[in-house]
C-alpha cells in the first residue's frame, strides 16, 4: 500500500464506501478515485492479496469467522492513512464494531440499493459471492429483503446515504465539499 500520496486535501480522511453486495461500492470507488485524484483500494482485493485467495475460497477454507476478522486486520491497515477511498465488503460494517472503527478513522458513505437492485446485479454472480452462493435463485430476492433488514442498523449509522440510483460522478465532488 502506498502511503506517500501528496494530494491537495490536506487532512482529509478516508472514504468508506459501504452498503450490500451489488450496490456498486466497487464501481463507484473506480470512477470517484479517478474523478477526484484520490487512490481508491477494495477491501476484498487488500485481504485477497493478503491470503493468495479468493474471497470464496477464505470462506470455504477458513469459514466466516476467520474471513470477518481478517476483514477487521485489513480495514485497521488504514488507520494512519489519509486521501482515499475505499470500497467495503458488504459485511464489513456488521462485524467487529468496524462500523464504529470507520466512522472514528474517516467519513463512511452508504450506498443505499433496493432488493430488486441488488438481485439485478447479483444473480448472475452467484458463484463468486459466498453468501449468496447456495441460496436458489428462487429464494434469492427474500434472502436478500432479509439481510438487507438485518443489516439496516449498521448501513444507517454511514456519516453520507446516497441511494444508488441518484449517484453521479459529481457526488464525490458533493461529499469533498462537505
Given at each position: 500500500m502506498n502511503t506517500s500520496h501528496n494530494f491537495p486535501f490536506r487532512g482529509l480522511r478516508g472514504?468508506?464506501?459501504i452498503g450490500f453486495m451489488g450496490s456498486g461500492k466497487s464501481y463507484w470507488g473506480n470512477i470517484w478515485s479517478k474523478q477526484s485524484g484520490l487512490p481508491f483500494?477494495?477491501?476484498?482485493?487488500?485481504?485477497?492479496?493478503?491470503a493468495q485467495k479468493n474471497i470464496a475460497?477464505?470462506?470455504e477454507?477458513?469459514?466466516?469467522?476467520?474471513?470477518?476478522?481478517?476483514?477487521?486486520?485489513?480495514?485497521?491497515?488504514?488507520?494512519?492513512?489519509?486521501?482515499?477511498?475505499?470500497?467495503?465488503?458488504?459485511?464489513?460494517?456488521?462485524f467487529n464494531n468496524?462500523?464504529?472503527?470507520?466512522?472514528?478513522h474517516g467519513t463512511t458513505v452508504y450506498l443505499k440499493a433496493t432488493p430488486e437492485e441488488i438481485l439485478k446485479r447479483v444473480i448472475n454472480e452467484q458463484d463468486k459471492r459466498p453468501v449468496i452462493k447456495n441460496i436458489?435463485?428462487?429464494?434469492l430476492l427474500a434472502f436478500i429483503e432479509k439481510k438487507l433488514k438485518e443489516r439496516a442498523s449498521f448501513y444507517e449509522q454511514a456519516t453520507h446515504i446516497f441511494p444508488v440510483a441518484t449517484l453521479t460522478i459529481?457526488?464525490?465532488n458533493q461529499l469533498l465539499k462537505l
Amino acid at each position: 500500500m502506498n502511503t506517500s500520496h501528496n494530494f491537495p486535501f490536506r487532512g482529509l480522511r478516508g472514504f468508506f464506501l459501504i452498503g450490500f453486495m451489488g450496490s456498486g461500492k466497487s464501481y463507484w470507488g473506480n470512477i470517484w478515485s479517478k474523478q477526484s485524484g484520490l487512490p481508491f483500494y477494495d477491501l476484498d482485493a487488500v485481504i485477497e492479496a493478503a491470503a493468495q485467495k479468493n474471497i470464496a475460497q477464505i470462506f470455504e477454507d477458513s469459514g466466516e469467522v476467520f474471513f470477518r476478522n481478517e476483514e477487521t486486520a485489513a480495514i485497521q491497515q488504514f488507520a494512519n492513512l489519509q486521501n482515499y477511498i475505499i470500497a467495503c465488503g458488504g459485511g464489513t460494517p456488521c462485524f467487529n464494531n468496524n462500523m464504529e472503527w470507520m466512522n472514528n478513522h474517516g467519513t463512511t458513505v452508504y450506498l443505499k440499493a433496493t432488493p430488486e437492485e441488488i438481485l439485478k446485479r447479483v444473480i448472475n454472480e452467484q458463484d463468486k459471492r459466498p453468501v449468496i452462493k447456495n441460496i436458489p435463485q428462487p429464494e434469492l430476492l427474500a434472502f436478500i429483503e432479509k439481510k438487507l433488514k438485518e443489516r439496516a442498523s449498521f448501513y444507517e449509522q454511514a456519516t453520507h446515504i446516497f441511494p444508488v440510483a441518484t449517484l453521479t460522478i459529481q457526488t464525490i465532488n458533493q461529499l469533498l465539499k462537505l
